[in-house]
């Protein structure tokens, strides 16, 4: 809520809009499970546990801008960052909810149409992705929602801003596109696409072992999805990459808005203090 987060390896930065028109900062130390335990750094592990890391966080972050936008006063010396174990089981529960409706409704209906084979596969894969296109544009038409894809577009235009190397002011920054090829909404296309080759090469079993696949492959999904998003990062150029998050950036125009200059300040601010943290 009326600001943004950006991460580092080592920090978490975010940068909230206080109704007085004050940006507040608050710097958090990261300790990634990857670096703890280097068996979770291997690829495709890696993924796995950095969409859980990237969960919490968010979360997190949730917490602590809703707490200062609304100007909740803390505590002294309790962390600005608390959340209870019930807000987070709260919020565990919907991210599940959301995933089973994602992954059942389509599979049933697949299922209820009779088909078999990679035909089955892809009309499961089409009706996950109509539900997944109607949802963005059920969000995006949300007024009350509508500052956060602003917000979402002002982070992204920082930071592609920062990656070209220039001035990190608003004038030059509102020049810089709002979608990014690494945007967690790119990462959703393309663990539909894996979903798709996956389930090609699960053999034709019964019902109940179908969707047992489906719940089983879903960390295997997030793994190879996100090597796929670390590779386009790597070679960003490259044609094949292009037409891979090409989609990716297609449905960004539904999950970012172009953002005020006030937005944009906030998400400048968001990046030269995580960049100033790393550099410490």
Aim: aromatic content about 10%.
């Amino acid at each position: 809520m009326e600001g943004v987060m950006m991460r580092s390896r080592k920090n978490m930065v975010m940068c909230v809009r206080k109704p007085s028109k004050e940006i507040v900062t608050n710097i958090e130390k990261v300790n990634p499970l990857s670096e703890r335990h280097k068996i979770l750094g291997l690829p495709f592990l890696r993924g796995v546990f950095a969409m859980v890391e990237s969960l919490y966080l968010g979360f997190k972050s949730i917490i602590f801008s809703a707490n200062t936008a609304l100007e909740v006063v803390t505590p002294e010396g309790e962390d600005p960052w608390r959340f209870s174990y019930k807000e987070l089981a709260v919020v565990v529960a919907g991210v599940l909810g959301i995933t089973a409706v994602f992954m059942l409704v389509p599979f049933l209906l697949a299922t209820w149409l009779d088909i078999t084979g990679i035909v089955f596969n892809i009309i499961e894969a089409a009706i996950r992705l109509t539900m997944f296109t109607l949802y963005l544009l059920a969000i995006s038409m949300w007024s009350e929602f509508k500052r956060i894809l602003m917000y979402h577009g002002a982070e992204h235009k920082a930071i592609n801003a920062h990656e070209a190397g220039v001035a990190m002011d608003v004038k030059t920054v509102r020049g810089y596109s709002r979608l990014h090829p690494r945007c967690g909404t790119s990462f959703l296309f393309i663990v539909l696409v894996i979903s798709i080759v996956l389930y090609s090469i699960v053999p034709n079993l019964d019902f109940y072992s179908k969707l047992l696949y489906r719940i089983v492959l879903i960390p295997v999904i997030a793994g190879v999805s996100y090597e796929l998003l670390r590779l386009s990062g790597k070679h960003k150029n490259s044609l094949i990459t292009r037409v891979l998050v090409a989609p990716g950036l297609l449905f960004q125009r539904l999950t970012t808005r172009e953002p005020t200059d006030d937005m944009l300040e906030v998400s400048i601010k968001a990046l030269t203090e995580v960049s100033k943290s790393t550099r410490i």
